[in-house]
């Protein structure tokens, strides 16, 4: 018997919820900066599997939220999370038939982008730019991503 998506608002809201959750949620100084960003994870995630569903739409939500909940410039992770989601919904078809290693590479490139463009942000709005420790949650977060799909597809799946 064949698995089905089953993916609607109500587990959209809760993947994101969790993704937030587990993105502020607080750490020992040492794990904080290996942490992965949850939010643009799962944001990517949703728009190779179903970009009608959520979308760009979904990207800035999840990132207004994440700036609600850092304290940060309102709008920062908003802007660079619509982003990386439009260049994933136009590649899309592309990077899924990937096998999971060659899509963590494509990740690794969009997760990249993501941190420069708050990295950039940060810079032009004055507000002081952090060391290079904030790189480190860009390769931990393409590592991770094997691992993510597939506990998102057992979330996402019906049997």
Known sequence: MASRTILGWPRILAMTIIALTATVAPLPDLLQVLR???VALTVLWLCLLSPRLTGLFHAWGAGLALDAFR???FGQHALAMVVIAYVASKL???IRAFPPLQQAAVILALLWLYEFLLFWIDGVSGH??????RWLAVPVGAACWPLITGLYARFATKR
């Open 36 to 38: 992965p960003d949850f």
């Open 128 to 133: 002081p730019v952090t060391d290079w420790r």
């Open 71 to 73: 304290g940060v410039l």
């Open 92 to 94: 899309r078809l592309q």
